[in-house]
């Protein structure tokens, strides 16, 4: 069965840092995206990128995010300067037109 | 802006019985769909069950359905004879279509045996 899948499943990191999430959606999949969920809480929407443009942000995305599909396969999401608030559970996801959301199993991100 | 709303923090079943997690949602959209993930301690998003708004008839999966009622924007899902493996964290979703979805702030159930 396709899946969607993330690397790496964790990654610590100094705050300031540069760090890269990377994913590989389902192939016949238009529409991708990014989650994050701080531990205990919420899933919260970051962004979604359709037709190789985002499509929607959150406020959370701000300057300090990129998103980018750099070769038709993986869909990546880049935190220019990591912050100590960006540890959290970092999910990518893709979609057909359906709106059925499948996810990847995350990459936990720890900021020291 | 679209809102979905699980009142249940938390929810206890005992093994083998039924228990119900509440969800109630917010749009002027007609058309959309619904989502109960599941997410256990390994803290991937895994699908349980979706509800298309079109469909008068509640979606069903094994032991898993919900009582869709789209006057009342409620959606809640029914667990019958639960098991241990049941445990986790149950997302309610909003999405529409090519849109991202809305998530409530999860219900944790406890499966006791």
């Known amino acids: 069965e396709p899946e969607v ?23 016949n999949h238009l529409y991708f995206y990014w989650y994050r969920q701080i531990l205990g809480q919420k899933v919260e929407f970051l962004v979604s990128f359709y037709n190789n443009e985002i499509s929607e942000k959150s406020e959370i995305f701000d300057d300090q995010f990129s998103v980018e599909r750099p070769d038709g396969s993986n869909f990546t999401l880049k935190i220019r300067s990591t912050k100590l608030e960006d540890s959290a559970m970092y999910f990518c996801a893709s979609s057909e037109i359906t709106g059925e959301l499948f996810f990847g199993e995350g990459s936990r991100l720890t900021v020291l | ?5 699980q009142s249940q923090p938390e929810m206890s079943v005992q093994e083998a ?5 509440s969800c109630t949602y917010d749009t002027s959209e007609s058309d959309y769909y619904l989502f ?3 997410q256990p301690p390994s803290r991937q998003m895994i699908l349980v069950i979706r509800q298309e708004a ?9 032991r898993f359905s919900v009582n869709f009622q789209k006057a009342a924007k409620s959606f809640s899902l029914k667990i019958s004879d639960s098991q241990l493996g049941d445990a986790a964290m149950y997302f309610c979703a909003y999405g529409e279509y090519g849109n991202k979805l809305v998530f409530g702030a999860g219900t944790i159930l406890r499966v006791k045996s």
């Open chain 2, 54 to 62: 079109y469909k008068q008839q509640n979606a069903t999966e094994n």
């Open chain 1, 5 to 27: 899948t993330q690397t790496p499943s964790h990654q610590v990191t100094q705050m300031g840092q540069e760090v890269i999430l990377r994913c590989v959606p389902i192939s």
């Open chain 2, 36 to 38: 109960w993930y599941k």
């Open chain 2, 17 to 21: 019985e039924t228990v119900t997690l």
């Open chain 2, 1 to 5: 802006a679209q809102t979905v709303t």
